[in-house]
T-cell receptor, first 109, second 115 residues
């Protein structure tokens, strides 16, 4: 069974702090996507990474795909209350998609 | 702006009822998907469709069927609802640029309760 494990499951930090969340697997993926989901809403796509070692930036968010395309990280600089939400990673492989269970992030003002 | 809409945000049905969940996208996407999301289990794929009248089983198709008569519309059907189908149902669509699941756009979800 292919698994995508996200860590930590929960994270609560003060506004202005930096943080990193992780998405790990023993499987190689052709692409990896990050989504943010707010309560009562559907996930919203943040970024897709496809190349090993790829780094993408979205304002204060930095996404990295591992060299072996098995893992990814999301780093947030100077977190703001608007970053609060459930962060999901999803890996695509062999015409299948696997979602991690998510990291629930809470930024305290 | 990209838009995926779902017919209901909240739905309460009784055990044994036939339930229809409707999803419409306005992006001319070929691919459409139905997921359910449960605490501790994450998102799980129920069915997806590559084109009109085409469907493929996902990871948990049991107890569900789908219909895609028009490109923009994808329906999920619970033939006889059961309490273990209480969940958040999410519809998504994508344009098959690279692979089927590349960059999906999700609707707001339907929270279904079966009593």
């Amino acid at each position: 069974t292919q698994l995508l494990e996200q860590s930590p499951q929960f994270l609560s930090i003060q506004e202005g702090e930096n943080l990193t969340v992780y998405c790990n697997s023993s499987s190689v993926f052709s692409s990896l996507q990050w989504y943010r989901q707010e309560p009562g809403e559907g996930p919203v796509l943040l970024v897709t990474v496809v190349t090993g070692g790829e780094v993408k930036k979205l304002k204060r968010l930095t996404f990295q795909f591992g060299d072996a395309r098995k893992d990814s990280s999301l780093h947030i600089t100077a977190a703001q209350p608007g970053d609060t939400g459930l962060y999901l990673c999803a890996g695509e492989r062999d015409d299948k998609i696997i979602f991690g269970k998510g990291t629930r992030l809470h930024i305290l003002p | 702006d990209v838009k995926v809409t779902q017919s209901s945000r909240y739905l309460v049905k009784r055990t044994g009822e036939k339930v229809f969940l409707e999803c419409v996208q306005d992006m001319d996407h070929e691919n459409m998907f139905w997921y359910r999301q449960d605490p501790g289990l994450g998102l799980r794929l129920i069915y997806f469709s590559y084109d009109v009248k085409m469907k493929e089983k996902g990871d948990i198709p049991e107890g569900y069927s789908v219909s895609r008569e028009k490109k923009e519309r994808f329906s999920l059907i619970l033939e006889s609802a059961s309490t273990n189908q209480t969940s958040m149902y999410l519809c998504a669509s994508s344009f098959p640029v690279v692979t089927p699941f590349y960059e999906q756009y999700f609707g707001p979800g339907t929270r279904l309760t079966v009593t």
